[in-house]
Structure formats: C-alpha cells, structure tokens
C-alpha cells in the first residue's frame, strides 16, 4: 500500500543533543512537509520542500533543519537550539506542480511524538 | 497574515445528534480542507472543496465552500461513536507564485458523559 510512513513514533531528546525524525514515502509525490503540532493548536510548518535537493523555510523554521536527497525521503533534524522541542511532528506529502501546495491536498503520517528527557 | 478561526473549539456529542462547525477568515482562500485527526495518528482528508459555493458529502459529512471564498463548515449527520476526534479545517491561498496552507485550531468532538 501506498503511504507515509514516520518513524519512530516515539523519540527522547538529551539535553543539547540533536535528534533526525524520517519520513518516507512511496506515493511518488513531489512535495513533502513537516509540522509541528502542540496541544490545542493547529498545525504549524516547518520546513518544506517542492523538489528534490531544495527545500524552503516555512513559518517556525529556525532550530531545526532538513535534506531532501531522495524524492521519497525527508528527514527532518530536531538541534539543539531548539529550546522548546516538545511536540507531535507530522510529515505530510502532495502532488506539487510549482505553486507550492497547488490544489492537491496533502496526505499525512502518523506522526512522531518528541520529549525532552 | 492569513488566519483561521475554528468554532466550536470543542463539543459533545451524543449518538444520533447532527454536529456543524465552521472556519471562519477576515482573507478569501482557494481551497478549503477538512481533516480528522484521531489520538496519536495523522491526520485524514475528509473533504477538499475547490469553488465558491460548492457543497460536497462524504457518507454522512457534507462540506460548503462559503460563496463569500471566506468561510467554510462541515456537518456531521446522525454522529456515531466513533465521529470523535479532533477536526480541523485548512485554508490554501496563493501569495505572489506560492501556495500557502494555514490550518484552524480544530474542533475536538467528544462523547457526552
């Protein structure tokens, strides 16, 4: 089946340590995302990228970064100037034809949930 | 910037009763969307609704592009255990040559006690 697929669903962070969420998918879409969610709020976008080896800030990006070496893969990098981790993190992919989102909508995984230790 | 308002915040739902809430923006959006997002998944696409004044159902959801392209809202029709969840709706505008997704708060529907 086609799909989204995050891992791990649960992830520990030390002090000062940076810490890689994957994300991987094999819906052969252009574009891939990543959120932040915290509790009571809507999603907030990190980082996303429209085609492979560029990739664009989008609203809360600073204290993580990502690549896109693979059209199916985005990790995404939790450092540690990041001072309030503690968050779901979603990925999210779509069908992209340079205009950002465009119509298609865009479809999630199953989230990675990150805690300080 | 753009933002969405999403109301109710949250409700409660009691098995055979019809739900609606909104997403309400001072901005005209293009696309409007609506997710489920059960605990501890990702979010699902219910609804994704293109033009002004276009209504669309899925099973028992039905989903209304607001004429004015500001609004949106989504009924749930004879609610079932299993409606609950957290809902959230998702706003796509275009800024220069860039698309740009925002999403409301979302809208937790919880079973009445």
């Known amino acids: 089946d086609g799909g989204i697929t995050q891992s791990p669903k649960y992830l520990f962070r030390k002090e000062g340590q940076n810490v890689t969420l994957s994300c991987e998918q094999n819906?052969?879409?252009?574009?891939m995302y990543w959120y932040r969610q915290d509790p009571g709020q809507g999603l907030r976008l990190i980082y996303y990228?429209?085609?492979?080896?560029?990739?664009q800030k989008g609203d809360i990006a600073e204290g993580y970064s990502v690549s896109r070496e693979k059209k199916e893969s985005f990790p995404l990098t939790v450092t540690s100037a990041q001072k309030n981790p503690t968050a779901f993190y979603l990925c999210?992919?779509?069908?992209?034809?340079?205009?950002?989102?465009?119509?298609?909508?865009?479809?999630f995984g199953d989230g990675t949930r990150l805690s300080i230790l | 910037g753009q933002q969405l308002n999403q109301s109710p915040q949250s409700m409660f739902i009691q098995e055979g009763e019809d739900v609606s809430m909104n997403c309400t923006s001072s901005?005209?959006?293009?696309?409007w969307l609506w997710y489920k997002q059960d605990p501890g998944e990702g979010p699902v696409l219910l609804i994704a609704?293109?033009?002004?004044?276009e209504l669309t159902s899925n099973g028992r959801l039905t989903a209304q592009f607001g004429i004015t392209r500001k609004d949106s809202f989504l009924n749930i029709s004879a609610s079932i255990p299993s409606d609950v969840g957290i809902y959230f709706c998702?706003?796509?505008?275009?800024?220069?040559?860039?698309?740009?997704?925002?999403f409301g708060k979302g809208t937790k529907l919880s079973v009445k006690p």
């Open positions: 999210a992919s779509s069908i992209d034809r340079g205009r950002g989102f465009s119509n298609q909508p865009q479809h």
């Open positions: 609704l293109y033009k002004a004044g």
């Open positions: 901005s005209i959006f293009n696309t």
């Open positions: 998702a706003g796509l505008y275009y800024g220069g040559s860039q698309g740009n997704l925002i």
């Open positions: 819906l052969n879409h252009d574009a």
């Open positions: 990228s429209q085609i492979v080896n560029d990739f």
